[in-house]
């Protein structure tokens, strides 16, 4: 068993963070939260275990990224334009790179090592069009020791014929490596079919997705209403369908276990058939200023009672860091309302930022039963942040709620001194000061 004390910040099911100044975290030796309360009755009650004082830090739950592009990590920041112009000069290129296993790997290795420098615990992961690439990235993830739920990226249409596969292609590979990955590590790694999205996948592979992932129980991510042009190609494409959800819905992709990256331009309509399907979404700041994309209404969408967590996004977003995720989350509350004066909404802050970033995205991923804050029971995933990163040395802001808006806005990269999954040390920060 391990003893974790010091300044814990988490957040509560009903909203908000608690905030425990002398706080302790007993984690047993399967990796589970076994104690969280007050450091006092730990050092008393769990005396026999050495404490493992953080000083100067705040302790949190890990980071989750419910939508990130493992093989777009090269282009992070890099590129202009937008969504369908974007692909076609930049990622497609870089995503058929991955046919190469030498480069596949070592781009995994480095994506998930400087995930977990920055304290993310948990991603949601499209890999590159290639089974062996997703196999590769499998690996990476399992030596990395984070949590992941990952698939192949299916595609069969209106891109590179060097990256399409058809629909039977992709769904044997899918199976193949659901079959050697769902599950394993400790049920960390977890498969997800993987539609990039209705612009390049036919009827056919669109159907079958949802066939098997009905038959099989398998997650599901996509991407939804993302980018003006983006719709009016889904409409070109798909005539005969009321609206961009309804061509998913039709095809048996709306379920409980189902993430939507973006879903910016939705109708009431399409709001109701996500709610009625329990379908997720993943909000992706980042990625829609990147790429012009939208301002997302996430208060109304919150208030709708909507199941939202937060994306990087990466490439569309430029960061992994899911701390600068939150800040692009708040702020984007903000210029929305910049753009909506007569309509204006309470702005999300820094606390609401972190909880969609942690709990929030959870929730989204159907994974607050085991991830998201510090309920006795639940997996060991948290993060040690440094304070002395976040604050000048003699700071008069130093009230909890000053100092979880100077971890948000300020988005440090080296904030994060020790990221733990599972009860495992997979981070740990050299020459911390
Ligand atoms: N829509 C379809 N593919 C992509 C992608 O790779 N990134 C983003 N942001 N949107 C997409
Ligand atoms: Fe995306």
Known sequence: ????????????????????????????????????????????????????????????????????????????????????????????????????EEYAHIQSQR???DAVRLGTTTMSVY???????????????????????????????????????????????SLALAKAWHGAGNGRLQYTLTPRFAGSCSRELLKKTGETAHAEGLRIQTHLSENPSELRFIAELFPEHASYTDVYHAYGLLTDKTIMAHSIYLSSQEKSLLKAHNCAIAHCPCSNRFLQSGVMALRQMLNEGLRIG???????????????????????????????????????GAEEAL?????????????????????????????VCDLNEILPQKSSFVSPENIISRLVYGAHPHVVSKTVVQGKVVYQKQNSR
Not at 148 to 163: F, H, L, Q, S, Y
Not at 325 to 342: G, P, V
Not at 365 to 371: F, T
């Open 355 to 383: 909880w969609l970033a942690t709990l929030g995205g959870a929730r989204a991923l159907g994974l607050d039963e085991v991830i998201g804050n510090f309920t006795v029971g639940k997996d060991a995933d948290f993060i």
């Open 1 to 100: 068993m391990r003893l974790y004390t010091g300044f814990l910040v988490h957040p509560l099911p009903q909203g908000g963070l608690e905030y425990l100044l002398d706080g302790a975290l007993v984690v047993s030796d399967f990796g589970q939260i076994v104690f969280m309360g007050a450091r006092a009755d730990a050092l008393c009650d769990y005396a026999d275990i050495p404490e493992e004082h953080c000083e100067n830090a705040v302790i949190l739950p890990g980071m989750v990224d419910t939508h990130v592009h493992l093989p777009q990590y090269e282009a992070a920041a890099i590129g202009t334009g937008e969504l369908l112009n974007w692909l076609n000069t930049y990622i497609f290129p870089l995503e058929a790179r991955f046919a190469d």
């Open 310 to 348: 937060l994306g990087s996004d990466v490439a569309g977003g430029s960061s992994l860091s899911m701390f600068n995720e939150a800040k692009e989350a708040a702020e984007s509350s903000k210029t929305w309302n910049i753009l909506h004066r007569a309509q204006e909404m309470p702005t999300v």
């Open 127 to 173: 890999c590159s069009s290639h089974r062996r690439a997703t196999d590769i990235a499998f690996e990476a993830a399992f030596h990395a020791g984070l949590r992941v739920c990952m698939g192949k990226t299916m595609m069969d249409n209106n891109a590179p014929e060097n990256i399409l596969y058809s629909p039977d292609e992709n769904i044997n590979d």
């Open 111 to 113: 994506f998930f090592y």
